[in-house]
């Protein structure tokens, strides 16, 4: 970066008696940040030329000479070949000017019609969707990894919790078809985010138009947006779609550390209930027994910088008159961090679930442990014709029987269960056994291994047809 004391900015120097304070000049300017946008600055500078030239407000031969200029600073840019300069404060005028360096005054034709606020405003949605498009596709290969372990689990059991208390046995899979569905609703919003992406400011000008005579449904389709926006004021001022993405990203994020949570609850001595690759954990610089679950643990903690990211947009945006104001400058950081931190824990996370294995023994050991399968005795008793608050007051009596006698339900003889109940027979048996208790849960979104085969197969039509 070049950066001198003296500086008059040539792109709007004209009316200044003085250069801007250095300090200012650093202060105000983005392209430390902003130069992340580069390829979508270019790629819309080049379909404003096209625009123009089609429009006659630039002739074919200046639209040759800036698409050519533009395509060597890509490269330029792409080979680290760029020298990015503070001076010019930001990404679109640092490409501007270059673009004037090497082809002259046709360069300096490139700004006709338009201003870097609604220029700004289309990079930034040309970014976006590019990432969206991205994190789609990771959100969609973390589904296929879920659907892989929940494929080899599909009758593994384990106890199921409320308040992390054993409640009833559940399938492995089933638990994991449940992240599953929390991932599907993370597609569907990131999908449904896009959607207002993806249309085009580029037309508005600084914040009422222009008196040129563009054409904006070209420049839209040019750049693959459905159409352009309505509104000048609106199209230059409006970074709901960049508030949208962060809250999207928020709720994903908080998703991904329910899930870390559980599998460092899961990966610890005290549970045991799945085994995760050494690849995915690190060791203590002291303790020579540790492999601790380090990257679940860092996802659950990259999840309070993204809503902390959310908040600081929603506050940026906070009573902003119309339009364009230079607060706006501001929404790149978080955005960017956004994308980076969902991006990388995505991955984290698509790489290391299909990798888990699950230890079977110890789950199925963990539902036996917990009278898992009283709601089951209690559902007998009415089967055989209990009024169900008193089946639930048998029921209780018998568990802190067992829990006195360190013994589960299943455990306890016929004799001993007809004391809390003389209409227990012999077939209690059936639905005191864990697998008696999960396959009888047969319907649908129910955890019997029957219902999480269906459930799989319907997600991976889902997935199919994306
Ligand atoms: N760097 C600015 C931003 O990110 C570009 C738009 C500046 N417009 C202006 N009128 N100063 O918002």
Redesign the pocket.
């Given at each position: 970066m070049t950066d001198t004391n003296k500086t008059t900015n040539q792109q709007w120097g004209g009316r200044f008696s003085e250069p801007v304070d250095a300090f200012v000049a650093r202060f105000t300017a983005?392209v430390e940040f902003?130069q992340r946008m580069a390829k979508q600055d270019i790629q819309g500078s080049i379909a404003h030329a096209t625009m123009l030239a089609k429009v006659g407000v630039l002739t074919e031969d200046e639209r040759d000479q800036i698409i050519l200029g533009l395509t060597e600073i890509e490269q330029e840019i792409a080979r680290g070949e760029f020298e990015w300069s503070v001076e010019l404060?930001?990404?679109?005028m640092n490409i501007e000017a270059r673009l004037t360096q090497k082809i002259g005054i046709t360069g300096k034709k490139l700004h006709t019609g338009r201003?870097?606020?609604d220029?700004?405003a289309t990079d930034i949605r040309l970014y976006m969707r590019d990432e969206i498009d991205f994190l789609l596709e990771e959100v969609t290969r973390l589904q296929q990894g879920i659907l892989s372990l929940a494929e080899r689990n599909t009758d593994t059991i384990m106890p199921g919790f409320t308040h992390l208390q054993t409640a009833q046995p559940v399938t492995f899979g089933h638990h994991l078809m449940a992240w599953y569905e929390m991932a599907q609703r993370d597609y569907e919003r990131l999908a449904d985010c896009r959607k207002r992406v993806n249309i085009l400011p580029l037309g508005a000008a600084?914040l009422a138009g222009t008196t040129y005579p563009i054409d904006r449904n070209m420049t839209a389709d040019l750049l693959g947006f459905e159409r352009p926006t309505y509104n000048s004021l609106d199209s230059v001022s409006d970074r709901d779609f960049a508030i949208e993405f962060t809250a999207a990203a928020s709720i994903t994020m908080m998703h991904l550390s329910r899930w870390a949570e559980e599998l460092v609850m899961w990966t610890s001595a005290q549970f045991n209930f799945i085994f995760l690759p050494d690849r995915f954990c690190t060791g203590s610089s002291i303790m020579p027994q540790k492999k601790n679950p380090d990257v679940p643990e860092l996802v659950r903690g990259k999840t309070g910088r993204v809503y902390g990211h959310l908040i600081g947009l929603l506050t940026l945006m906070k009573s902003q008159c119309l339009a364009?104001n230079?607060d706006?400058?501001e929404?790149?950081e978080p955005l960017f961090d956004t994308v980076d931190t969902l991006r990388g824990s995505l991955r984290a996370f698509a790489d290391m679930i299909p990798a888990i294995e699950a230890r079977g023994e110890y789950m199925y050991e963990a539902a036996r442990r917990g009278f898992s399968t009283a709601t089951d005795l209690a559902d007998y008793l009415v089967r055989k014709g209990v009024a169900f608050r008193d089946a639930h007051e048998i029921v209780g009596k018998a568990v802190g029987f067992g829990v006195q006698e360190g013994r589960d339900l299943s455990e306890m003889s016929l004799e001993e269960l007809q004391g809390f109940g003389d209409m227990i027979e012999q077939d209690v048996f059936e639905v005191l056994t864990l697998e008696g208790s999960v396959a009888a849960r047969d319907h649908i979104g129910g955890t019997a291994p029957a219902q999480v085969k269906a459930a799989i197969e319907r997600a991976k039509t889902e997935l199919a047809a994306r």
């Open positions: 983005s902003d404060e930001d990404v679109h201003s870097r606020n220029q700004v600084a364009y230079k706006n400058q929404d790149k």
